[in-house]
């Protein structure tokens, strides 16, 4: 099939891409370069343009048969879209929308999104499946939330197909090293932390450790990125397959505290890990954790990558391979 990757040269989007060409499928990547990178685009096309321009999408449609799209480019950071919720609500939902709109006329009918575990909010219990009440606690989780609801009507009103994937905690990297996480800044945990033991950064500050949890720092549900891009084309299949569309909480069902992700690490790369303990942030909840078995039911799916040790051994690789020490003065 001819695939459209939509942030096909970010973190997750990137692999993705990888993974479609493996599997023997053309793919195109669709891209504004504004938090993405031109060399993580290893396989297939890019083509340079931003969904604010509908211009530019009729332009790409009108050219290229596409059989379906993964959307992979939203902003992900919660802090900033409390701060700035019109940039995260123009990106997110606007030009989401932008690119529906350009389906929908150049009759494309089906389509992966890239959701989050933000859209449920505060957990009232865990593991968090997909009947759990949704109520997003900042504009990110409420933008992505926006799109949900959206494809649902536009299911209805269109036809056009989806599967909205609700990712808990994207980690890890390509395991033969061609690819990595990359973010501008960097808030995600296991980044941080091998930061801190490569020596780009000094120390990982641990935010809380008075959670009702069994050590006090917060859980959290890891999932590789290679076993997200696999939930990937079991969904693209699905809809292949003529399956309604559908939800699904991708997590490898079990929680590991900020401790042990730190303590693995120290064993991983067999170096120090200088830790900082601060008070709580704002909004952190003390456990979330996935319950997956409807994507495992429906869509076959089973995490190749599930231990810890494995996800944070192959971000390590990529940490090790990608950092350039500083020079001494």
């Known amino acids: 099939m001819k695939i459209l990757v939509v942030g096909g040269a970010g973190y997750i989007g990137s692999h993705m891409v990888k993974s ?5 499928h053309e793919v195109v990547v669709f891209d504004s370069l504004c938090t993405g990178y031109r060399d993580a685009v290893c396989y297939g096309r890019l083509v340079e343009g931003d969904l604010d321009n509908r211009e530019t999408l009729d332009a790409l449609f009108g050219a290229e048969k596409f059989d379906g799209v993964m959307h992979f480019a939203s902003f992900i950071q919660v802090g900033e879209s409390v701060v700035e919720p019109a940039k995260y609500y123009r990106n997110n939902v606007a030009n989401t929308q932008n690119l529906l709109d350009a389906m929908v006329d150049h009759n494309v009918k ?43 009507d536009y299911d209805r009103a269109y036809s056009l197909k989806s599967v909205c994937l609700r990712y808990f905690n994207a980690a890890g990297a390509d395991p033969d090293g061609e690819l990595g996480e990359r973010h501008v800044p960097e808030t995600h945990l296991i980044p941080l ?15 809380g450790t008075d959670y009702d949890t069994p050590d006090g720092t917060c859980l959290r549900d890891y999932i590789h990125v290679s076993d997200l891009c696999d939930a990937h084309l079991l969904a693209l299949e699905s809809l292949v397959d003529g399956q309604e569309s559908s939800a699904y909480n991708l997590g490898n069902g079990n929680g590991y505290s900020v401790r042990e992700v730190i303590e693995v690490a ?14 709580r942030r704002p909004g952190d909840p003390a456990r979330l954790v996935a319950d997956s078995k409807l994507a495992r039911e429906r869509l076959g799916w089973k995490p190749r990558f599930a231990s810890l040790e494995q996800i944070i051994g192959d971000a390590w690789a990529w940490e090790v391979r990608s950092f350039t020490p500083p020079r001494p003065n």
């Open 266 to 279: 120290r064993k991983v790369t067999q170096r120090p890990i200088e830790v900082s303990e601060s008070a």
């Open 110 to 152: 089906r389509f992966i999104f890239s959701s989050t575990a933000a859209i449920f909010g505060e957990p009232e219990y865990v593991p968090i499946d997909e009947k759990h009440p949704k109520r997003p606690l900042n504009p990110y989780g409420r933008s992505k939330l926006m799109v949900e609801e959206m494809l649902a």
């Open 193 to 207: 932390v091998l930061q801190a033991a490569s020596g780009e950064r000094d120390l990982i500050t641990l935010f």
């Open 20 to 24: 479609l060409a493996h599997e023997g």
